[in-house]
């Protein structure tokens, strides 16, 4: 199986380049094609999130949170709820 999938592997490079190619292919297709080469061909670029946990931004997002329920609520029983 293996073998077989790489036997096609000129077809579907050959495939992409035509495909990037023609103008009839929309755009967002190229764009995720050329991401689906580069990945194969560099890998994926590695992304990090830097999380911090402190009672302050909790007590913080907490606040908002309770500030937009409250908002809904009032406008909930108001019957303008958008």
Not at 4 to 24: F, G, I, R, V, Y
Not at 46 to 71: G, M, P, R, W, Y
């Amino acid at each position: 199986m293996l073998s077989q999938l790489k036997a096609l592997t000129p077809l579907a490079l050959e495939k992409m380049e035509k495909m990037l190619k023609n103008d009839h292919i929309a755009a967002v297709a190229k764009v995720r094609l050329i991401e689906i080469i580069l990945e194969r061909t560099f890998g994926k670029v590695e992304s990090s999130v830097k999380v911090t946990n402190n009672q302050e931004s909790v007590e913080a997002a907490q606040a908002e949170l309770d500030a937009i329920f409250a908002a809904y609520n009032a406008e909930k029983e108001g019957g303008t709820v958008h």
